[in-house]
Structures are given as C-alpha cells and as structure tokens.
C-alpha cells in the first residue's frame, strides 16, 4: 500500500520561507512525475508545482521564481521550497504521485 507523508508545514510572516518535505512508501517503483497541490479555503485544489523522474519541472503561475520544486537521493521523495512567501499561499498542501496518490496535506498560514 503506497503511503504518501507531508511533514513542514506552519505558521509563517509574510516574505518568510518554509520547505515541505515528501516521502512515498510501499512503492517498489520509482514514481516518474510527483507534484505538489495546494487548497485554500472555499477554492479548488490546484497544481502548485510537479516534477518529473528526469528533472522536468512545471509551475503555477503564481508561485513562479519563488517556489522551487526538487526531489530527493531517497527513492520517491521531493520538496517544496517555499520563499518570499504571501498570505494568499496560505493552504493545506498535498504531496501528490503519479496523479494518483496523495498525502494528508500539511498546513501553510502565511500572516500579513
């Protein structure tokens, strides 16, 4: 069974940075695309930023030049580093595999 956990989230000022953290079990395969999302109060989840197994990286718009999206030595395991960071980021943020998977989210407040 494949586990998906999220770990550092929190509660930061705004222009502050934060880094997420990612790691996949049960999985034998090495997953080719990971992803972060994101999803605000009353609002869609949306893509924030994916990865794939070659290096390739996309991302919103809106995080562009301040988030960076990067996976790890550890077989299935990527993060978000997170700067410059506006109240608008504020959300719970989901680790996501193959567009299949999914963690439990991790909570970011940015303060004003």
Same mark, same amino acid.
């Given at each position: !069974?494949?586990? #998906?956990?999220?770990? %550092? %989230?929190?509660?930061? !000022?705004? $222009?502050?940075? #934060? *880094?997420?953290? /990612?790691?996949? =079990?049960?999985?034998?395969? @090495?997953?080719?695309? &990971?992803?972060?999302? *994101? !999803?605000?109060?009353?609002?869609?989840?949306?893509?924030?930023? $994916?990865?794939?197994?070659? $290096? =390739? +990286?996309?991302?919103?718009?809106?995080?562009? $030049? *301040?988030?960076?999206?990067?996976?790890?030595?550890?077989? @299935?395991?990527?993060?978000? !580093? &997170?700067?410059? #960071?506006?109240?608008?980021?504020?959300?719970?943020?989901? /680790?996501?595999?193959?567009?299949?998977?999914? %963690?439990?989210?991790?909570?970011? +407040?940015? =303060?004003?």
């Amino acid at each position: !069974q494949v586990q #998906l956990v999220e770990s %550092g %989230g929190g509660l930061v !000022q705004a $222009g502050g940075s #934060l *880094r997420l953290s /990612c790691a996949a =079990s049960g999985s034998i395969v @090495n997953f080719n695309y &990971m992803a972060w999302y *994101r !999803q605000a109060p009353g609002k869609q989840r949306e893509l924030v930023a $994916g990865i794939s197994s070659a $290096g =390739s +990286t996309n991302y919103a718009d809106s995080v562009k $030049g *301040r988030f960076t999206i990067s996976r790890g030595n550890a077989k @299935n395991t990527v993060y978000l !580093q &997170m700067n410059s #960071l506006k109240p608008e980021d504020t959300a719970v943020y989901y /680790c996501n595999a193959i567009r299949q998977y999914w %963690g439990q989210g991790t909570q970011v +407040t940015v =303060s004003s």
